[in-house]
């Protein structure tokens, strides 16, 4: 082995808004690097999205900033792009901050060439030689034109032959996930070949293929998840991080981290064809019959109520007396997912789903295909997956929690974001 580094991609540090969760994807990063350590990785690599938001909680980033100083003492280096969530197109993102702090170092650097193509410069790692370059992410796929103008000619030349690593945060059309496959992605064509390792993020799912005149391409997916989507995910294939090794012919070793912190229960609870009361009484015989959890490590529920009540309203079904119940039982976290249970009582509940990202996408689906239809939009940005990507970055801003700040202060920091992610100046 000439050396080794680990890919990260999807971290997401401040998601989520209860304080277990947050605490336990903070430690996820915490325990990741300390594993990182461990093994004698050369060099990190972070492939977009290390926080939640450009500007996050303070408390979050400091424990971030306090493991990162450790790597910097021990002389190894972190490397990142842009992920979709890091990135401020009107303001200062945190990344830029813990840059100039030289705590990591964005490998991406472009200059515009006389035909209007976009070249990329390599960095060079001191230590091992390998070369990084990288492409960051953009709000409402800006990235694909900057792709599609991408100098690659200048970036297959490798007249040193050294380890070549390629980092992105974008959808790849041809490794697109089912649940990606109606939004929009970079083909494989408008990637640069003849890179031994390109490492991505975005899709929050594991996977690895080699292609061709390129290389292998690698998603770790997320470390610890960002939503219930991610979560129920972790309870069949848990989250983490890819070890990386390179022998002296550039042929390469690869071992999946799992990041283990806590266990996930995934429950389903089918309510359809059935009262309220028959559906509320099913579910406390269903708790009542569950054993006490195990105190070793943090347990959290998910639970899942589906289907069309017979009769009655799904307000009627009392939720937090049925999560009390199973925090009795010494559950840390529960969460009831109900956004796909109706009433036929409810007739105006028209748009179902999995969960609330997936029915606040179809929400912004419809209502953006209704006024397209009526305005004629000819704005791109605002129509489409670009427009439902907007409302659904615009909806995450307008959700973060005020954590100690004063009424000015905050309002002003939901301001700049949602401007930012306008990509509109404040004054406008």
Do not use: W
């Not at 996820?28 to 690599?45: L, M, Q, S, T």
């Not at 972790?234 to 989250?239: D, I, L, R």
């Amino acid at each position: 082995m000439i050396f080794k580094f680990a890919h990260f991609a999807d971290i997401h540090l401040g998601a989520f808004r209860d304080p277990i969760l947050r605490e336990l994807n903070v430690q996820a990063f915490e325990k990741a690097i300390d594993r990182c350590v461990g093994c004698c990785v050369d060099f990190i690599i972070i492939a977009g999205d290390l926080f939640e938001i450009a500007l996050p909680y303070m408390a979050v980033v400091d424990r971030a900033v306090r493991k990162m100083k450790e790597l910097k003492d021990l002389g190894i280096p972190i490397y990142v792009v842009y992920g979709s969530h890091d990135y401020s197109a009107t303001e200062i993102s945190i990344i830029d901050i813990l840059g100039s702090a030289g705590l990591l170092k964005k490998v991406v650097s472009a200059d515009v060439t006389d035909t209007g193509k976009i070249r990329l410069s390599f960095f060079t790692d001191k230590k091992t030689g390998a070369r990084l370059a990288g492409m960051s992410a953009r709000k409402r796929g800006v990235e694909r034109t900057y792709y599609e103008n991408l100098d690659c000619a200048h970036l297959e030349e490798n007249e040193n032959n050294n380890f070549k690593l390629f980092l992105f945060h974008s959808t790849l059309n041809e490794m697109k996930p089912e649940f990606l496959s109606m939004s929009d992605g970079i083909p494989l064509s408008n990637f640069p070949k003849n890179f031994n390792y390109y490492a991505g993020g975005h899709v929050h799912k594991r996977m690895e293929r080699d292609f061709p005149e390129y290389g292998k391409f690698v998603f770790p997916g997320h470390l610890f998840g960002r939503d219930y989507r991610d979560l129920e995910n972790v309870s069949t294939e848990p989250g983490g991080f890819y070890f990386v090794e390179v022998d002296s012919s550039s042929k390469i070793g690869m071992r999946f981290e799992p990041m283990d912190l806590c266990s996930i229960l995934s429950l389903h609870y089918n309510a359809g064809e059935k009262t309220s009361y028959v559906a509320a009484e099913e579910l406390k015989k269903m708790i009542d019959r569950m054993e006490a959890f195990s105190d070793k490590k943090p347990s959290i529920v998910l639970f899942k109520v589906y289907g069309e009540l017979s009769g009655g309203k799904p307000s009627d079904i009392n939720f937090g007396e049925l999560k009390n119940m199973l925090l009795k039982k010494g559950a840390s976290a529960v969460y009831f997912n109900h956004n796909s249970l109706s009433s036929r009582e409810l007739e105006q509940l028209k748009i179902k789903g999995a969960d609330r990202r997936d029915i606040e996408e179809k929400i912004f689906e419809e209502s953006l295909g209704l006024f397209e239809k009526k305005a004629q939009l000819k704005n791109v940005a605002l129509s489409k997956s670009e427009g439902c990507a907007l409302s659904a970055s615009l909806l995450s801003i307008l959700k973060a929690e005020n954590t100690g700040e004063s009424k000015s202060d905050y309002e002003i920091k939901i301001k700049r974001s949602a401007f930012s992610a306008l990509v509109i100046g404040e004054s406008q």
